[in-house]
């Protein structure tokens, strides 16, 4: 969320910086609720005050043996006129906080302008693409061909589309993905492996920007209760310090968390239907960085790197982009995608989202760090990015690494994860 006290003094140069984002702030509503607001406040203290006056005027009356009956009808009534006053005004903040829960966070002077994925800008390319002398296949294709594979009639049959039944090898590669990575970042990035709910409550949801925004996009468990199945890790890891005021020798805080995810993928129909880049249950490791203001920055191409590396160790080509206004994401400042090649479909598909998201969800959050030079409470930043998708470096392994014979070679840092298997036949 942003600052409201921006909101109220800077509106037009918010808005210029939103339409970068394609969002048009409404200035005119914003400044008309302010006003009201102020006219509210001032109508209630005024009112209150003379409530005050009146009051004094009671106990002299009194004193004096006068008739008082005259000055507690008029404070009767006045009583009720500011018990108005003040609903009206809890109305008028109520409106402009929840339009201001819908407002979107400001872009990074770096974003470049755009509509959609189109404009996202590249900014590097890593490995060689691989050159097959025989017809690829798509990872579906190649799963579902392995002795013990992938199955997708049997998930079908279990739950529905956009899900896998994974067995054998690819189950104990899916496996391994998850332990590798983890292992990387922990030992080599020294993150602080973390273990969370998968079930989290609307207050958490709104802390990172999923409510109210997105709730088509989240499963909301059924009966009397307030609980969802977490979409990505960052929910429940980065809510840790929602309501915290945490010391400054503490930070950064450097969580890994594995998780499944689960998403509705409303407004995708017809996309991606087959095989799994886009399923309604999926896995990720997710970095979730909390870090003083200055660092956030640094924290942001620092966690994109440790992302980047596992793509390297496991020698999958990606590219690296920065994505434009009109495709960053709702409380994104900044964002880098990682995206590896697919031979399938001949193009780089996203592996990763590393974004930085300034104080944006800490202050939805209440989470704070206590800055020993003023002693006071202030706002956290916050970093988080897939590192990686679980399902995603499954179908790229699969497609990069298939043979003539329909066998999938296993990247050499998986191997020993694997307990020597070099290959899936």
């Known amino acids: 969320m942003l600052d409201p006290k921006r909101i109220r003094t800077e509106p037009e140069t918010l808005a210029k910086q939103l339409q970068v984002k394609n969002f048009n702030l409404d200035v005119a509503l914003l400044e008309n609720l302010d006003q009201q607001r102020k006219t509210l406040q001032l109508d209630a203290e005024a009112l209150q005050n003379e409530r005050n006056s009146r009051s004094k005027m009671i106990g002299k009356a009194k004193a004096a043996g006068e008739d008082i009956s005259e000055i507690l009808q008029s404070m009767d009534s006045m009583k009720a006129e500011l018990e108005t006053k003040k609903e009206r005004l809890q109305s008028v903040q ?17 974003v470049p302008k755009g509509n959609d994925e189109s ?49 054998g090898g690819v189950a104990r590669l ?42 088509e996009d989240v499963y909301k468990l059924r009966g009397d209760n307030d609980f969802y199945l977490i979409p990505t890790a960052e929910v429940p890891v980065t809510n840790l310090v929602r309501d915290e005021i945490i010391d400054a020798e503490v930070l950064p805080l450097k969580y890994a968390c594995h998780t499944p995810c689960f998403r ?3 407004g995708s129909y017809g996309k991606d239907t087959r095989g799994m880049i886009r399923q309604h249950q999926f896995e990720k490791v997710e970095l979730v960085q909390i870090v003083r203001p200055e660092d956030s920055g640094q924290a942001l191409e620092d966690l994109t790197a440790h992302a980047e590396k596992i793509l390297k160790l496991l020698k999958l080509p990606y590219r690296k982009v920065i994505l434009c206004g009109g495709d960053l994401g709702f409380g ?43 002693g006071k409470p202030e706002l956290v930043h916050t970093v988080n990015g897939s590192g990686l998708a679980i399902g995603r470096t499954l179908v790229a392994i699969l497609e990069n690494g298939q043979q003539a014979d329909g066998s999938i070679r296993i990247p050499e840092a998986l191997v020993s994860y694997m307990n020597g298997i070099e290959q899936l036949n």
């Open 119 to 167: 404009d996202n800008r590249e900014l590097s390319v890593w490995g060689d693409i691989p050159v097959f002398d025989f017809e690829i296949k798509d990872h579906a294709k190649l799963g579902e061909a392995l002795e013990q594979g992938l199955d997708f009639e049997a998930a079908s049959k279990l739950a529905g589309s956009r899900f896998a039944v994974m067995h």
């Open 264 to 266: 509705s993928e409303a």
């Open 174 to 215: 899916h496996r391994a993905l998850i332990q590798f990575m983890l292992d990387t970042h922990t030992i080599d990035h020294e993150y602080n492996e973390v273990y969370v709910p998968y079930i989290v409550n609307s207050q958490a949801l709104t802390g990172t920007g999923q409510l109210p925004k997105f709730e």
């Open 94 to 110: 109520d409106e402009f906080n929840n339009y201001l829960m819908g407002v979107p966070n400001i872009p990074h002077e770096d």
């Open 332 to 374: 994104a400042s900044k964002t880098y995608d990682l995206e590896v090649w697919l031979p399938s479909q001949e193009t780089y598909r996203e592996i990763s989202s590393c974004s930085g998201y300034t104080d944006f969800q800490a202050r939805r959050m209440h989470a704070r760090w206590r800055n020993p030079e003023t």
